[in-house]
């Protein structure tokens, strides 16, 4: 369940992360919720991988995805563009993560 767990808290934060923007500074309401709302689910189902994933493998796997993630949200929703060097970097974050489940005997699988 710890990697089932950890989808949760990765969604849970894209979806906080991306409604950051439209809430306005917490100053308008329904996104502001989702933040908030967010974030607990985030948090909440990261504190439950915890059990079964080291805390260093769980966060790499949970900020390296996020970032990809919040990346491709900004892109489509956000109408943000991405250079040549961002999208390597984002590569790179992809890379690691694959390293530590397909490599590492630290990520407790």
């Known amino acids: 369940m ?3 767990y950890l989808a949760i808290a990765i969604v849970s934060e894209v979806i906080a992360t991306a409604a ?3 809430s306005e500074g917490f100053t308008n309401l329904v996104p502001s919720i989702i933040v908030v709302v967010g ?3 985030a948090f909440y189902f ?3 991988v915890l059990k079964s ?3 260093g493998i769980a966060y790499a796997i949970w ?3 996020g970032v990809a993630m919040i990346s ?3 892109v489509v929703l956000f109408k943000q563009k991405l250079d040549v060097a961002a ?3 984002i590569a790179l974050i992809i890379t690691g993560v694959v390293v530590i489940n397909v490599f590492s005997n630290s990520s407790g699988h």
């Open 63 to 65: 900020s390296g995805l």
């Open 72 to 74: 491709i949200v900004g």
């Open 87 to 89: 999208v390597a970097g």
């Open 39 to 41: 974030y607990a689910v």
């Open 2 to 4: 710890g990697y089932g």
């Open 46 to 48: 990261l504190s439950l």
């Open 20 to 22: 950051l923007k439209p």
């Open 53 to 55: 994933i080291p805390i």
